[in-house]
């Protein structure tokens, strides 16, 4: 029997997060070990009178493409991708990792060719989404290996996420709805703000965010959700930052990242764990050196650190970086294959808004 909090999600990713309507051309990306939850996200789309297609695939695939791939392989992009990323009107993607070490002896060279071939398809995406053409939601579905990175058992694992995700409520649209306007409050405010400035241990950074939108992260892209982000302005980020937590990103593992900034450009990357890796994803393309984005992470419910950045960057009492792609809707202009956000615990920083104190150990004060 399939457990109700997963009925309850599909129904708010089709009903909410998605919006979805008859005829809606609706990709459904999701790995073997999530069948339940992608077979309830279909069974729903069909009631909705859209177009569901399921994509299944097997993490082990990709584990045996990084292996055996040559260049041309890597650099190849199959005709099918393109075709989704030119038509679908919706793209869900489940996240369910059986084994988040899958690449760990991956050549990184081999995941940056490849990461630097989907450039094309990538801005096609986000030129679609921009016009309002593509919807899109990124979802997490339980397994006993994301259990594990994170440091619980399986079933306090699968009640971890759904909390997050609100589904143990009675009503998780009412839920959204009530944190979407919470959340609003703070976006007003930051949309008149000129410049940032964050302080903490071993951190000392001051981005300008004048004229870009504050977007309210409320459950339509993401589940979970909670976070209040915007791209900065691309030349603007000058001082220093240690990020807290470390970065899993293909299975790479980074730990102690520490990033010095000049007119926006990363000119020094330095970690304990992970250097090389570090450095190949700054190598990427020219917007790679770049931030995409600030935000802050408002979702109480996630309290501890998982390993995996569904979750991590929406944990309530941090803020996150990220280097590579900007935000369109937001006014981000900075273009790249990569989106890396890094995470800094806040129970310790301040954060200022145009010489303002408005955030204090991990808590708005405005």
């Excluded at 008859?22 to 009631?47: F, G, H, K, N, W």
């Excluded at 909390?163 to 306007?181: G, L, M, N, T």
């Excluded at 400035?197 to 459950?219: C, F, H, M, Y």
């Amino acid at each position: 029997m399939v457990d109700p909090r997963v009925c309850k999600l599909a129904e708010l990713i089709v009903k909410y997060s998605t919006e979805m309507r008859p005829r809606d051309e609706v990709i459904i990306v999701s790995p073997i070990t999530a069948r339940d939850l992608a077979r309830e996200i279909y069974r729903q789309s069909l009631l909705v009178g859209a177009f569901p297609c399921v994509h299944f695939y097997d993490e082990v695939l990709e584990e045996i493409y990084y292996k055996y791939a040559k260049d041309e392989q890597l650099k190849h992009i199959p005709p099918h991708v393109e075709v989704i990323f030119e038509k679908a009107t919706i793209h869900i993607n489940i996240l369910a990792v059986s084994n988040s070490r899958r690449l760990n002896n991956v050549n990184p060279e081999k995941i940056k060719i490849h990461s630097a071939a989907r450039r094309g398809i990538m801005k096609k995406f986000m030129e679609r989404e921009a016009k309002g053409e593509i919807r899109w939601v990124v979802l997490p579905y339980p397994t006993s290996s994301m259990a594990q990175e994170a440091g619980m058992s399986t079933v306090d694992f699968e009640d971890f996420v759904f909390k997050a995700c609100h589904v143990d409520k009675d009503d998780p649209i009412a839920e959204w709805k009530r944190i979407h306007e919470q959340q609003e409050r703070y976006v007003k405010f930051l949309s008149k703000v000129d410049e940032i400035t964050i302080l903490g241990p071993e951190t000392d950074l001051t981005v300008s965010v004048k004229g870009r939108k504050w977007i309210n992260a409320d459950g339509k892209k993401n589940m979970p959700d909670g976070e209040i982000f915007t791209s900065p302005i691309e030349d603007s980020a000058n001082g220093v930052i240690r990020f807290t937590f470390p970065i899993l990103y293909r299975g790479f593992e980074i730990r102690n990242v520490k990033l010095r900034f000049k007119d926006g450009v990363v000119v020094e990357a330095t970690a304990s764990e992970g250097q090389q890796f570090l450095n190949k994803l700054l190598e990427t393309d020219e917007g790679a050196k770049r931030l995409g984005e600030i935000a802050f992470g408002t979702n109480y419910e996630i309290n501890v650190f998982t390993k995996e950045i569904l979750f991590d960057e929406k944990m309530g009492g941090t803020i996150h970086l990220a280097i590579g792609r900007g935000f369109p809707e937001a006014g981000g202009k900075n273009f790249s294959t990569i989106h890396i956000d890094m995470i800094k615990d806040m129970k310790e920083g301040k954060v200022y808004a145009d010489g303002e104190l408005i955030y204090e150990k991990g808590k708005f004060l405005i």
